[in-house]
């Protein structure tokens, strides 16, 4: 029997970036363990440590490793000690190079409400009960890249900022088709979300999503829907929506929104991708939606839910591995429900506690 083995480049970055990961590390040693498959996991300085040693946020021959790369499991970057060096000099560039050479188009953001945490939501259990969602972001296009855009002074010394929202149909189709196939692994449902009503773009988007569905998903429903109303949906009723899918702009506010209905920013995972499941092994990257955190950065009380939940997005998404995947989460659930929580959740366990109780949860399943 051949044994699979998938190359990883493992990106712990600043602040509590290393303190998580090494919690997520053991996790897929684990999984690793107990699977026919290696992983291969290299390690390099990406952020604000790599400006420390090498005077550039990301040096070109990491760059390189990613794109060799099945997958990068990124932890997160920047802090007050690199704030202020100037333009090039900043943490974020790190990630935002990755994205941009990788051809990364989606941002994957799930919103799952774990059954242990229904007390820790903003919204009544009744409405979030069960909440499973999972938006998709086009990442690539729209209001943050489109051209024209500036800052002009008129003749009266008054100013004016612009900036052009546009999609193509080949942009739309790309997110659109990723949108689905993650429907069809789900609950089989896709609300496409625009302002069609006010732009043209919004209208484009609306034509192409419905063009994409009849020719080639026919299978999985589609919903049309206003951004402001999506809004209101989300807190009225979020447990209509299985995967939504929208622009950049919409796709920002939305899924801030969304993440915010199921507890902690230590708990909520996130996957950039640039493929279909037809290209399944294009490097896609792997993170957690929160930051560096200094205020707790060297504490080891940082909660390791969402790097984790990361590799477990990494093992369905880019691994082909969705039992492994599978397993990892229910490891999470089962540990908060035995009452492993750090102070972000209320409860007093450190970093590495919690690592050791989804081990030992993990052991138990496999
Ligand atoms: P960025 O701009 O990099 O997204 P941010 O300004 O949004 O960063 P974060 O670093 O995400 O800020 O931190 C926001 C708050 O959430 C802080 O109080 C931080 O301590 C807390 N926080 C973030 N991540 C975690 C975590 N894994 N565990 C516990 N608390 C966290
Ligand atoms: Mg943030």
Known sequence: MSQSSFRILVLP????????????????????????THFDLEYALAGGCAIDAHGTPLLDETMERARASHAVLFGSVGGPKWEGLGFNLRPEIAILRLRKELNLFANLRPATLFTPLIDASTLKPEVI????????????????????????????????????????TQEIERVGRVAFQLAS?????????????????????????????????????????????????????????????????????????????TGSLGMLPSATIGATKAELFNPAIYEPIHGSAPDIAGKGIANPMAQILSVAMMLRLSLGMPKQAAQVEQACIDALAAGARTPDLGGDFCTEQVGNAILAQLERLT
């Open 13 to 36: 970055g600043d602040g509590v970036g290393p303190e998580v990961m090494e919690q997520a590390v053991r996790i897929l040693k684990h999984v690793e363990a107990q699977s026919d």
């Open 129 to 168: 009960g069960g909440l499973d969602l999972m938006i998709v972001r086009e990442c690539a296009g729209g209001l943050y890249f489109g051209e024209p855009r500036g800052i002009e002074t008129l003749r009266n010394g008054d100013k004016r900022g612009f900036n052009t929202e546009t999609y193509s």
């Open 185 to 261: 692994d789900r609950r089989n449902q896709v609300c496409s979300v625009e302002k069609a009503n006010v732009t043209e773009s919004g209208l484009v988007w609306r034509e192409v999503m419905s063009a994409l569905h009849a020719r080639e998903f026919p299978d999985v429903t589609l919903r049309h829907m206003y951004a402001d109303n999506c809004a209101m949906q989300l807190v009225r009723a979020p447990r209509q929506f299985d995967v939504i899918v929208t622009g950049n702009m919409f796709g920002d506010i939305l899924s801030d929104l969304a993440s915010m209905l």
